[in-house]
């Protein structure tokens, strides 16, 4: 049985930093990429940033400069340090594993979802 458990979420004020932690088991993750996405309230789910199997990154515009994805492949774990924090990255913040090796910024490409967990960007 797959499952991720994500952590790290909280209020943190604006200009601040967070990281967050993605915990799997149940598969083999080196083998597939990984992502974060969002959902804040009222909006659609939005890619955040993913690695892949070899650990290239991707991030969507709106964080590329101030988050930073990466895997522990031995602790299979992915992180997501979050800089610069602004009060638009208020969301509920979700990993996910892709399909396979490579992943892409749609999440239908995306098989298992954790729980989500809580950033709270104050100004």
């Known amino acids: 049985q797959v499952q991720l458990v994500e952590s790290g979420g909280g209020l943190v004020q604006a200009g601040g930093s967070l990281r967050l932690s993605c915990a799997a088991s149940g598969r083999t993750f080196s083998s597939y990429a990984m992502g974060w996405f969002r959902q804040a309230p009222g909006k659609e789910r939005e890619f955040v940033a993913r690695?892949?199997?070899?650990?290239?990154?991707y991030y969507a515009d709106s964080v590329k400069g101030r988050f930073t994805i990466s895997r522990d492949s031995a602790k299979n774990t992915v992180y997501l340090q979050m800089d610069t924090l602004k009060p638009e990255d208020t969301a509920v913040y979700y990993c996910?594993?892709?399909?396979?090796?490579?992943?892409?910024?749609?999440?239908?490409?995306?098989?298992?979802w954790g729980q989500g967990t809580q950033v709270t960007v104050s100004s």
């Open positions: 690695i892949n199997w070899v650990a290239n990154t």
């Open positions: 996910a594993t892709a399909r396979g090796r490579y992943g892409s910024s749609d999440y239908k490409e995306y098989d298992y």
